[in-house]
């Protein structure tokens, strides 16, 4: 059995759920107003440090949004402009909902070996601020999504667990939270 992070879910499986918007702060507004999930934690616009598209090199810019509910992330993304990427394969409105599930992993290149003998081909990677690695693999063709690998390290554990520990008890305060 694989240790259990912070928030509950086991380090080697689904860790989040993550969404294409058109508008990241309205979009987690929604989520406080309908769901009572929150708080959400808003980050960019940014381009990746060190991001590759399907082979080349990309400077896209996005904004994403982080919350907890229970024991599962959601993640809201948001490109900002028209450059190649993951986010914008499909033309507007189809390219809103769903996207992919991250799964966190202290077994990086072992899954990015067994997902690609799957036939999954990586389309993104990049180095995240914790100096983590992450890959999307284009599953589509058995998933209604793509699969995010995320390389777990305990900067990005604990990352991870800052979005986490306010949502415990949230009493509605405070939704939106910008880096």
């Given at each position: 059995m694989s240790a259990l992070l912070p928030w509950g879910q086991p380090l080697e499986s689904v860790v989040q759920f993550a969404y294409v918007v058109e508008d990241v702060e309205a979009a987690?507004?929604?989520?406080?107003?309908?769901?009572g999930v929150g708080p959400w934690f808003l980050r960019g616009p940014f381009q990746p440090p060190a991001g590759v598209y399907r082979g080349s090199p990309t400077h896209a810019t996005f904004e994403i949004g982080h919350?907890?509910?229970?024991?599962?992330?959601i993640e809201l993304i948001r490109q900002h402009d028209d450059s190649p990427s993951v986010f914008n394969e499909k033309p507007a409105p189809e390219r809103y909902g769903f996207h992919h599930w991250a799964t966190l992993t202290a077994r990086f290149d072992d899954e990015l070996a067994r997902l690609e003998a799957l036939g999954y081909g990586r389309a993104f990677s990049d180095t995240l601020p914790s100096g983590a690695r992450v890959q999307y693999l284009d599953a589509m063709r058995d998933l209604p999504g793509m699969i995010e690998l995320l390389e777990h390290n305990a900067a990005q554990e604990e990352a991870y667990a800052e979005f986490w520990r306010p949502s415990v008890g949230w009493d509605g305060t405070d939704p939106i939270r910008r880096d």
């Open positions: 987690a507004m929604l989520y406080v107003e309908r769901l919350a907890f509910s229970g024991g599962m992330m």
